[in-house]
């Protein structure tokens, strides 16, 4: 399975963008996918996740601002991005995992998303 993140881009502060996430190859229910970001520096961090079911879980310095989601039937996720801060600067990496046989751990190429002021 490959996955390829896009919809990254230059906005000013207070904007919005969307990335996509999307699976080529088949993946299973039971799985979790999620956005991940990352600046120069420092750790990868995680943004926020979803269940193959729809269970979603966002980090706190996002929580009301971004919304993930994703279509099962088009193997798509996607992370909703609203009232950008400079703060949210980063490469934004998508991953798709499952813990029980089949196991995968895949990620994605990454995304850049830069806010300017």
């Known amino acids: 399975v490959q996955l390829q993140a896009s919809g990254g881009g230059s906005v000013q502060a207070g904007g919005s963008l969307r990335l996509s996430c999307a699976a080529s190859?088949?993946?299973?229910?039971?799985?979790?996918w999620g956005w991940y970001r990352q600046v120069p520096g420092k750790q990868r961090e995680l943004v926020a996740t979803i269940s193959s079911g729809g269970t979603t879980d966002v980090a706190d310095s996002v929580k009301g601002r971004f919304a993930i989601s994703r279509d099962n039937a088009k193997n798509t996720m996607y992370l909703q991005m609203a009232s950008l801060k400079l703060e949210d600067t980063a490469v934004y990496y998508c991953?798709?995992?499952?813990?029980?046989?089949?196991?995968?751990?895949?990620w994605g190429q990454g995304t850049q998303v830069t806010v300017s002021s």
């Open positions: 190859g088949r993946t299973f229910s039971g799985d979790t």
């Open positions: 991953n798709a995992r499952r813990k029980w046989t089949p196991t995968y751990n895949h």
